[in-house]
Each structure stands twice: as C-alpha cells, then as structure tokens.
C-alpha cells in the first residue's frame, strides 16, 4: 500500500471554529490532492498541489485553503468551519498526471 | 456541473447479468481512469486508458476509450456479488487537476 496518512480520521466540530486536516505521505509524489465526497456528487476536488508551496483551487474551494511547506505534508484548513462542510474528505497523492492516485482512508469530518 | 458524466448513478443487477456504466465529457483528456471504492475505503486504481479507441480487459471487466478521447465505458460479463461497489471514472487535464466523476453505485444481487 503506499504511504498516504490522513489525520484525524473522525472530527466532530462546531460552526465557526477553524479545523485543519493533514495529509502525509511517504511516497515523494508531487502531486497532492483534497478531494470532498458527498453522496450524489462523487469526489469533488478542494485544492492541489503540483510542487512544494505550488497549489492551486480545484472545483469547490470557497471557504477552504491549502499549505504544502513540505514534499510530504498537504494540510486542508477550514478557517471557519460550516454545516455544509460536513463531508468526508479523501487525500491522493500521484506521481504525474494521468498516473495512479493512491488516496488515503478518509476523515469524516462532521459540523455542528 | 462537474466534467465528467457518469451514468447510470445505480445499478442493480442479478448475479451473472451484464452491465456497463458510462463516463462523458466536452473535454479531451490524455488519459482515463476508473476507479472502484467500498465503503470506509478510499478509490482504488482499477485500469488506466490513453489511446483514443483502446480497449482494456481486466477478467470479465472490459474498458473501452472513445476515438475522440472525450468518453469511456465500463462493462462488466457474468457480473459477480464481489462486484459491488461505487465505479468511479477520472481524467487529467493539463493544468494537473485530476476530476472525477460523480460515480456510479453498482449492487450485484446473489
């Protein structure tokens, strides 16, 4: 399996409070990804990276931002966090594009 | 709206029927995936297509790329109950972002 960790794997919050999930992995891969799944809507893209410090907005970004100070960390912040943020978030990470996304277990994260 | 079209989103079947599920879009992608994932888990590669019309075969799964490269399809022969699971298709386009589709729930009933 590779080496993709994602922490914590439940977080119970309440509206308005600011939460960060982290994103680990012991693969080198460039690429990192934040994805969302929400039934109905499949998995959702938050933000990427494509290099350390190089990240960019994927298709759902408002109210989430990103850092990658490091080849290894991806860390998704909710600055203030909101019932329609309860979701489960999946981390991938992949070598290239077009290449296999290895994607962490999943944090189920739920606002109330 | 997202890029990628899956249909159907269920599919229920009997246990050695056929069934395919589709993956459209507007967009050319240098390649497609799917994807498969069991609840709890997170997706898992199932099959990669690049050449526009390839056809890829993994035991009874068959994958098609259309000509164009804008569509993909999934069949399934003598589907099995371990067949059950939510089919994901996805493409990269060149500014590095990977999207997926919105899934296609499959329940393969004994």
């Known amino acids: 399996d590779a080496g993709i960790t994602q922490s914590p794997r439940h977080k119970v919050t309440e509206t308005g409070t600011p939460v960060t999930l982290r994103c680990h992995q012991t693969?080198?891969?460039?690429?990192m990804y934040w994805y969302r799944q929400d039934p109905g809507h499949g998995l959702r893209l938050i933000h990427y990276s494509y290099g350390v410090k190089d990240t960019d907005k994927g298709e759902v970004s408002d109210g989430y931002s990103v850092s990658r100070s490091k080849t290894e960390d991806f860390l998704l912040t909710l600055e203030s966090a909101t019932s329609s943020q309860t979701s489960v978030y999946f981390c991938?990470?992949?070598?290239?594009?077009?290449?296999?996304?290895?994607f962490g277990q999943g944090t189920r994260l739920t606002v109330v | 709206t997202q890029l990628l079209e899956q249909s159907p989103q269920f599919l229920s079947i009997q246990e050695g029927e056929n069934l395919t599920v589709y993956c459209n879009s507007s967009s050319v992608f240098s390649s497609l995936q799917w994807y498969r994932q069991e609840p709890g888990e997170g997706p898992v590669l199932l099959v990669t297509?690049?050449?526009?019309?390839e056809v890829k075969k993994l035991k009874r799964l068959t994958f098609q790329f259309g000509d164009a490269r804008k569509d993909s399809s999934l069949h399934i022969t003598a589907a099995q109950p371990g067949d059950t699971g939510l089919y994901l298709c996805?493409?990269?386009?060149?500014?590095?972002?990977?999207?997926f589709g919105a899934g296609t729930t499959v329940t393969v009933r004994a």
């Open positions: 991938a990470i992949s070598d290239g594009v077009g290449t296999e996304a290895f």
């Open positions: 996805a493409g990269a386009l060149s500014d590095y972002k990977l999207s």
């Open positions: 693969e080198n891969h460039r690429y």
């Open positions: 297509v690049v050449t526009g019309g």
